[in-house]
């Protein structure tokens, strides 16, 4: 899993955020843009190497070398 770069879709974010916060889609993906944002920049910055859904639904980040050396020291 450390050599995936994006493997949760916008669509798939906004259909979570939809479900988690029981609201409209237009909203939801509105909220999914934001966070996929967040997400490239993060990846951009060098502090995570991709994300995903674990299987119980959560959206979990794929941590860099760079980052998990530094919360190990």
């Keep these: 899993m ?4 994006q493997s949760a879709s ?14 409209d889609r237009l909203t939801a993906m509105n909220d999914a843009k934001e966070v996929m944002h967040n997400l490239v920049g993060m990846r951009q910055k060098g502090f995570i190497t991709g ?6 639904g959560h959206l979990e980040l794929l941590p ?10």
């Design 2 to 5: 450390a050599n995936v770069s």
């Design 10 to 23: 916008l669509e798939s974010i906004a259909a979570y955020l939809k479900l988690a916060n029981n609201c």
């Design 51 to 56: 994300w995903y859904f674990d299987e119980y």
């Design 64 to 73: 860099s070398d760079a980052i998990m050396a530094r919360l190990q020291d």
